[in-house]
Every structure is written in structure tokens, then in C-alpha cells.
């Protein structure tokens, strides 16, 4: 079955550059999508279709995809970005999500 | 503005029935894709069915074939989840989720409701 890989945590802190990997086999061909869950509430969709931000998610959220890896980068990291983040793919009619990356800003 | 909400969790014991709703409102629920997921205490998403707009097409994950139907009533805003022979680790708390896309799913969620929790248990 299709898996994808994070990290369990990332660490940065404030002002500086996160980057949040998910890796799995010819990622790079499929869309990725992240989602950021802070406690107690549901997911939210910050980057769709490897690279674009919906209505209200910050400029600073970007994504990039290729190879075996998608990509969520955060700049200029704030307080508030720290969450848990999920990379989702689609596979063979499925969905497929990451394990989580918990995000700490410190 | 989109709204969703779900009801219909609640405690049951194993091999129990539970069906979950979701209302929709502030966009055209027939011209979209609904999915649900779900998340188990202190663990990650997990993507459990989706219906098509028009309801034709439906699909489910392989850890609850066969036990779980998804439909909906589009007259009525809402989306439902039939979960039949309920088991320990089906507990979670279940979202109903909007497909990014309009009328063709492309299996991402761009609207989440606050979930319903699901607890399986003797």
C-alpha cells in the first residue's frame, strides 16, 4: 500500500525558515496538499495542489513538490504556526494522508 | 460562507450501528464532492468514504469496507455516515469534509466541519 513519511517534529524558531517534508514513492507525480491542525480544532487547508494557498492562509506558507518529495515551507515562522501539519495525496481512488509533523516555535 | 456540522456520535458498544449527519450551508452542496474522515485519540487523519456530488460514485477506505455506507440527501443540505458492526478502534472523532473541487472530486478537503466523536466501548 502507498505510503507517505514526515517527520514526527520540527522545531524552529521565530523568524526563521521551517520546512516540513513528506516523502513517498513518485510523490513528485501526484498533487500534495497540506493541512495544519492546532489542538482541540479540525484541520485547515493552507496549501492545495503542491503550491497554491487558498483565500486567507498567509504568504508566508509555500509549497513545492518533486522526486519523491513534497514540500511545506514556512517563512518568517510565528508563534501561531505552531501546530501539527499533515501532507495528504491522492492514490488509485484513495486518499492517502501523512503521519504528522508537530511543528514547535521556540 | 461555508458551514458544516456534524451529529450523531456518541457511545456505543462493539458490533453497535451509528449514523452520522452533516449539514451543509453557504455553498451548493450538490455540486460537490463530500468526503468523511476521521481521527482516532492522539493519532493522525484518516480518510474514511466519499460521495460524489450527484451521489452515483462512492468509495471507501479498505479499513471499513464493507461495515460503513455513505449517502447523501441533497434536498435536505446533508450528507450521512451508516456505521455498521462497530469496532474498538473505529472510535475517533469523525469530520465531514468539502471536496476542493466543483463537481469533479479531486480528494482534498477544503472545509471542515468541528467533528463528532465516535467511542467504541463495552
Known amino acids: 500500500s502507498y505510503e507517505l513519511t514526515q517527520a514526527p517534529s520540527v522545531s524552529v524558531a521565530p523568524g526563521q525558515t521551517a520546512s516540513i517534508t513528506c516523502s513517498g514513492d513518485?510523490?513528485?507525480?501526484?498533487?500534495a496538499y497540506w493541512y495544519q491542525q492546532k489542538p482541540g480544532q479540525s484541520p485547515v487547508l493552507v496549501i492545495y495542489?503542491?503550491?497554491k494557498r487558498p483565500s486567507g492562509i498567509p504568504e508566508r506558507f509555500s509549497g513545492s513538490n518533486s522526486g519523491n518529495t513534497a514540500t511545506l515551507t514556512i517563512s518568517g515562522t510565528q508563534v501561531m504556526d505552531e501546530a501539527d501539519y499533515y501532507c495528504q495525496a491522492w492514490h488509485i481512488s484513495t486518499v492517502i494522508f501523512g503521519g504528522g509533523t508537530k511543528l514547535t516555535v521556540l | 460562507q461555508v458551514h458544516l456540522v456534524e451529529s450523531g456520535g456518541g457511545v456505543v458498544q462493539p458490533g453497535g450501528s451509528l449514523r452520522l449527519s452533516c449539514v451543509a450551508s453557504?455553498?451548493?452542496?450538490?455540486?460537490?464532492?463530500m468526503h468523511w474522515v476521521r481521527q482516532a485519540p492522539g493519532k493522525g487523519l484518516e480518510w474514511v468514504a466519499v460521495i460524489s456530488y450527484d451521489g452515483s460514485e462512492k468509495k471507501y477506505a479498505e479499513s471499513v469496507k464493507g461495515r460503513i455506507s455513505i449517502s447523501r440527501d441533497n434536498s435536505q443540505s446533508a450528507v450521512y455516515l451508516q456505521m455498521n458492526s462497530l469496532r474498538r478502534e473505529d472510535t475517533a472523532m469523525y469530520y465531514c469534509a468539502k471536496d476542493g473541487v466543483f463537481l469533479i472530486a479531486e480528494y482534498y478537503f477544503d472545509h471542515w466541519g468541528p467533528g463528532t466523536l465516535v467511542t467504541v466501548s463495552s
Open positions: 513518485g510523490m513528485g507525480e501526484k498533487f
Open positions: 495542489q503542491d503550491t
Open positions: 453557504g455553498f451548493t452542496l450538490n455540486n460537490y464532492g
